[in-house]
């Protein structure tokens, strides 16, 4: 079985600062990928980044990037230089070896301050 | 690409009424998946579709509950009969079967209310 947990429910931040969104799995499979989606008011799911288990570095995308501890099952996500925009529900999600089935944390709501 | 389209956006019926769901996958992926997302459950898979064929249904509340998958381009999801308890929103997904290029893309989702 897969799990996936998001400490954090909420957390806040002041607009051009920096923050971390905490995540911890669990997983049998040797080979798997991480996954962050953003979740607007809108309600569309959006993914931010991604990272693959077998690799070591972590895995950036502009202002968003990873920390990726494999040994400690942990997946954080890091964004620099917030943005109004950036408020959002952040959901943490594995994908398990062959196993096409995502499993997703609680979400942790961010919201981002003028 | 248009990207994952479903419909409709919102959904209001009564207790006992049926109610489908419609998704249209971005062309050429290979997987389809659909969600439920409630307060208390979070996001929880459903059902995915290979090629148009079911391959895991374990995530299906009860048997009021049936998905299809007609042809690559088109999927439904029925409750019949709907229950004030299924009340969420539902996400429709897809993804090329390509391994390595296996990000699922969401649609906009369908909030449903069952009154």
């Known amino acids: 079985a897969q799990t996936v947990t998001q400490s954090q429910p909420e957390m806040s931040v002041q607009e051009a600062e920096t923050v971390t969104l905490s995540c911890t799995y669990d997983t049998s499979e040797n080979n798997y990928y991480l996954f962050w989606y953003k979740q607007p008011p809108s309600r569309q799911m959006i993914l931010v980044i991604r990272?693959?288990?077998?690799?070591?570095q972590n895995a950036t995308e502009n202002r968003f990037s990873v920390n990726f501890q494999k040994a400690a099952k942990s997946f954080s996500l890091k964004i620099s230089d917030s943005q109004l925009g950036d408020t959002a529900m952040y959901f943490c999600a594995l994908r398990g070896g062959s196993n096409y089935k995502l499993t997703f944390g609680k979400g942790t709501l961010l919201t981002v301050n003028p | 690409d248009a990207g994952v389209i479903q419909s409709p956006r919102h959904e209001v019926t009564e207790m006992g009424q049926e109610v489908t769901l419609r998704c249209k996958p971005i062309s050429g992926h290979d997987y389809l998946f659909w969600y439920r997302q409630t307060m208390m459950r979070g996001l929880e898979l459903l059902i995915y579709f290979n090629n148009n064929v079911p391959i895991d249904d374990s995530g299906m509340p009860e048997d009021r509950f049936s998905a299809k998958m007609p042809n690559a381009s088109f999927s439904t999801l029925k409750i019949q009969p709907s229950e004030p308890r299924d009340s969420a929103v539902y996400f429709c997904?897809?993804?090329?079967?390509?391994?390595?290029?296996?990000?699922?893309?969401f649609g906009p989702g369908t909030r449903l209310l069952v009154l």
């Open positions: 990272q693959e288990a077998y690799k070591q």
């Open positions: 997904a897809s993804s090329l079967g390509d391994y390595l290029l296996e990000t699922q893309y």
